[in-house]
């Protein structure tokens, strides 16, 4: 089981969530939402490590996560990137002065690696600068042609290419520039229902536009040169997504599980997958093991996940593939971590609280309920991330022995939140 700190030396963890790989760096909303998820990367940290991170972590959530992990909180050293969401994360040190601080710590760390969120063009050169290698790379950094791989796998239009070379059951799809999108919509809703039209390079189900028969094309309309991908909607009862990892040696699934989605976008996680047919689990592991043998060949090593559709008569549609660690990554790493690799049942998402909380109130609220969860526990609850913005919206892992507990544990989080829903 591949896990994010394996291996000796010190760890330079790079939360570069504004990177150009997920989507264009003129998305600065979307990548300004995604930076608030940093604080996480902190649980991933043993001492001596460094996190750079693009918002600063409170004192209430950085006690919290080295308590749990019993690391000492001097023993790590963060250093935080003022917001420049123009700029992938790994340029922004440079902007602001902070590179040459990062090279002193990295100079006192003599076996420190990199371990990027985004493996984008800037975060290699970062690597190369502090002469440090990649994670996993045993030495150096991926060469730049594995990065042009990585950077079109990361694109709806680059992820179909290569899903049929290799066999994958894919929707009906064209890819089109801006100005032909009102057209090949209009074609494909000629032999479907509904389509989704989706930005060619997006993630998290942002820039998705679902359309039906007789709807208004969107507004404002895109560039002429903006590329898109058309794809008719498929029908189906479950979201799911597989993470595998590539080595030098091997290609291996690390987990599996259903995604939980809110309008079209991603929400929340729940591993392992059950009450699937068990041919559909099967195909998806056949496949995900596929696109991992195919990114081998292409020089890339890391994580990687295949997201797909299931109908209800458990017919797959693969639908894209994130080649950067995700959402889930982080996620089952701590679970991993914290529970010695033990296959406990887990769940990520957001629970809201009925009223504005503080870090240090929300804790609390879990060690009255009986879910906070502490290291050799078998069930409970994390916040894995650091207070909201609006003090209401908090993102936690869950764990437990069975799927049932777990959802009993969701149940009881809302209430201990003050909402009767998660």
């Not at 090593?301 to 299931?310: M, N, T």
């Not at 629970?351 to 009986?370: I, M, N, R, W």
Request: glycine fraction near 8%; include cysteine.
């Amino acid at each position: 089981m591949s896990i994010e700190h394996e291996g000796p030396g010190a760890l330079v963890i790079l939360a570069n969530f504004v990177s150009p790989l997920a989507v264009d760096l003129a998305e600065k909303t979307v990548l300004r939402q995604w930076a608030e998820q940093a604080p996480r990367k902190l649980w991933l940290t043993r001492p001596g490590d460094v996190l750079i991170t693009p918002i600063p972590l409170s004192d209430p959530f950085r006690r919290y996560v080295f308590e749990r992990l019993g690391v000492p909180e001097e023993s790590v050293d963060i250093v935080t990137v003022p917001d420049t969401p123009h700029l992938p994360m790994a340029q922004a040190l440079s902007e602001h002065n902070l590179l040459e601080p990062l090279r002193a710590l990295v100079d006192n760390r003599p076996t420190a690696r990199l371990l990027p969120t985004a493996l984008d063009e800037a975060a290699a050169a970062l690597a190369s600068d502090l002469r440090i290698p990649v994670v996993p790379y045993e030495t150096g950094v991926p060469s730049p042609g594995t990065l042009r791989s990585v950077a079109a796998m990361n694109t709806k239009s680059g992820f179909r290419a290569v899903a049929q070379t290799l066999g994958l059951r894919l929707p009906e799809g064209r890819v089109c520039n801006g100005a032909e999108l009102e057209q090949t919509a209009s074609a494909l809703l000629a032999c479907h229902e509904q389509v989704v039209l989706k930005t060619d390079r997006s993630a998290g189900g942002h820039g998705l536009h679902f359309v039906s028969r007789g709807d208004l094309p969107p507004t404002p309309s895109p560039p002429p040169d903006s590329r898109w991908v058309v794809e008719e909607y498929v029908e189906h009862t479950r979201a799911v997504s597989a993470q595998g990892h590539v080595s030098a040696t091997r290609v291996e699934m690390t987990y599996d599980g259903e995604m939980r989605m809110s309008g079209g976008s991603f929400a929340g996680y729940c591993s392992p997958l059950q009450d699937l047919p068990e041919k559909t689990r099967e195909k998806l592991t056949q496949w995900t093991l596929a696109l991992g043998s195919h990114l081998a060949a292409e020089g890339y090593r890391g994580p990687y996940s295949l997201d797909a559709v299931c109908t209800q008569h458990g017919r797959l549609h693969a639908l894209e593939c994130n080649v950067r660690r995700t959402a889930t990554t982080t996620a089952h790493a701590i679970v991993t971590r914290l529970t010695g690799g033990d296959r406990s049942a887990w769940s990520t998402g957001t629970a809201t609280a009925g009223v504005p909380k503080s870090f240090d109130e929300a804790v609390s609220h879990l060690v009255e309920a009986g879910l906070d969860f502490h290291p050799g526990d078998f069930e409970g609850v994390l916040l894995y991330a650091d207070r909201p913005l609006d003090g209401r919206s908090w993102r936690y892992a869950a764990l437990a022995p069975t799927h049932n507990r777990l959802t009993e544990l969701e149940v009881r989080l809302a209430a201990a939140l003050g909402h009767e829903e998660f």
